[in-house]
Nanobody
Framework: QVHLAESGGGSVQAGGSLTLTCVLS????????MAWYRQVPGKERDGVAT???????SYAEYVDGRFTISRDKAENTLSLKMNSLKSEDTAMYYC?????????????????????WGKGTLVAISS
């Protein structure tokens, strides 16, 4: 059974840092993209950062150099190091994986193309 488990969320003051970690179990894809999304109540799930199926990183514009996404394929984990946190970063953060067939490509930015999701970890930033 495929399972994604996020951890590392918490409550910090504005300007602080957090590192989120996601562990993927039950699956070791030969080719895939992985991504972090976030969601606040009443709004759609929003992409934060991705590592596409060609292993290229990309970030939402609002990240503005504050976050770093990384993937450890040997350990089957995805991380998001977040610095200079702002109150508007408060959200539930989710990791997701999108599977890719031979010759295909996954950017990680299409929420409907992601195959598996974790249950999320809450990040709360106080000003």
């Amino acid at each position: 059974q495929v399972h994604l488990a996020e951890s590392g969320g918490g409550s910090v003051q504005a300007g602080g840092s957090l590192t989120l970690t996601c562990v993927l179990s039950g699956l070791r894809p030969t080719k895939s993209c992985m991504a972090w999304y976030r969601q606040v109540p009443g709004k759609e799930r929003d992409g934060v950062a991705t590592i596409d199926s060609d292993d290229a990183e990309s970030y939402a514009e609002y990240v503005d150099g504050r976050f770093t996404i990384s993937r450890d394929k040997a350990e089957n984990t995805l991380s998001l190091k977040m610095n200079s946190l702002k109150s508007e970063d408060t959200a539930m953060y989710y990791c997701a994986v999108g599977l890719v067939s031979d010759g295909g490509f996954c950017s990680g930015w299409d929420v409907d193309a992601m195959d598996y999701w974790g249950k999320g970890t809450l990040v709360a930033i106080s000003s």
